[in-house]
């Protein structure tokens, strides 16, 4: 009896082990295969007792088209990207993509009426540096796009620059 409960341990054990895993090499493929496309943001510098300082960053893209606007939450969202001036901002917003070789799209989520989430509106930085953020003129973020729209970032610009604390 002891020995079947060993291993029914082990077997969980080993399957938290491999999804884990499983989990990070998405991530990871997904940033060093992903299409790079750089977005423009709004961000909000607030602070978390349990988490720290992290900005908030919400996306020009996120601002979802009249036709959408009655969308319910947590509905797919799909917006084409192209490129402009170095952004990339939204050409086609829809609900269900209709693919077409070459064009870069992002995946999100409609989170409150007439405007959706893609899962990279935190970014956490190092304690007291939020107002580096905060006070800069232009806020943007090196994302990757993995083939499915999912969106991971990869690097945020302020003022140009790459983010550094110092």
Not at 32 to 54: A, F, H
Not at 88 to 99: C, E, I, P, Q, T
Not at 129 to 152: F, P, R, S, Y
């Amino acid at each position: 009896m002891k020995t079947w409960a060993s291993i029914a341990f082990w077997i969980v054990v080993a399957g938290q082990l491999v999804f884990l895993i499983g989990f990070i090499a998405v991530k990871e493929t997904a940033l060093s295969t992903g299409t790079e496309v750089v977005l423009q943001t709004v961000p909000v510098d607030p602070r978390s007792l349990l988490q720290g300082d992290y900005a908030i960053l919400d996306y020009e893209i996120a601002d979802l088209p009249p036709f959408m606007q009655d969308d319910p939450v947590g509905e797919t969202v799909y917006v084409v990207l192209k490129a402009d001036a170095g952004v990339w901002r939204g050409a086609r917003y829809a609900g269900r993509l209709r693919h077409v070789e070459g064009e870069v799209f992002i995946k999100g989520r409609v989170d409150r009426m007439g405007h959706a989430d893609f899962g990279i509106g935190t970014y956490f930085i190092p304690e007291g540096t939020g107002h580096i953020i905060e006070n800069a003129q232009d806020v943007k973020v090196v994302v990757n796009l993995d083939a499915d729209g999912n969106a991971i970032i990869k690097q945020v610009l302020v003022d140009g620059e790459p983010f550094d604390s110092n």
